[in-house]
């Protein structure tokens, strides 16, 4: 008998909790267990180390000064012939210069670069009537650049080079004169030079990131401050540079600065930088 009421007494026990069930059920009550999360907004200031090492690649348009702005733009063959020109005033080049830093602020650094550069008196004009000339310079130097701003995304920058520099070419000269004895045309070759000059510039660098950068600015350029010479040969279909004052019989001979101002632009690569977190309060 007591077996049979332990019996009943689990069936009714199971009936009302079942019955509870279906009630709340009914309800529409649920019992969610839901975690809250505290959120707290952080200001963290990312700053950048200076590059360990910087690698710039430019172009840029030439645009000469004194003996190198050519006759008003074009080719005269009596100024080139008394050394009075170079007969070319306009040119386009490129260059890759390498920046090292002289401390841990990053306003100093040693720079070594490489260029070419190429003159043409018809480079911006069809003037050809008395003939033409094109010159082929390569180069390369050592200097100093001052950085105003090394550790800002916006560099600001001044700078120095000594230039150690090849020049040569070849011109064509028409005698547009009938009487004048010389060839109606003659073909002149401009032996290579070595010549030492320098070059003064002013530029920014814009970082992207923290590896790649854009730079721009202008540079005035002198090749041929030291060395100058000029030598007589009886051959007026090859000659030297006659950068210097010669006397007669001497043709092509003149004191002649090769000078001329440059706009450049081009990509800056960044070695070494490192970027530090600082929790801001």
Known sequence: MNCNLKGFNKYILIFLMLLFSLSTYAQGV?????????TRTLKILTRRTIPKFILQVNAHFNSGALELSGHNGSFSRSDFIRGKSFGARNGFGFDITGKLPLHKKGNFWITATSNYNRFQSNLLTNNTKEGQVAYNIFGGGVGIDYN???????KYYVGATTLFNVIYANATLINTDISNTS??????KINPAFRIGYALFLGLEYAFDKNVGMNCGIRFSHLNLLLKK??????????DLNDDNAPPPSIYAGWKQFAFTSIYAGISYYF????????LP
Not at 183 to 188: E, W
Request: charged residues 30%; aromatic residues 4%; positive net charge.
């Open 30 to 38: 649920r019992v969610d267990t839901i975690k809250i999360t505290t």
């Open 183 to 188: 060839p109606p045309k003659a073909s002149v």
């Open 272 to 279: 070494g930088v490192k970027e530090r977190r600082y929790k």
């Open 148 to 154: 105003i701003t090394p550790a800002h995304r916006v």
């Open 230 to 239: 000029s030598t007589y040969s009886a051959d007026s279909s090859s000659t």
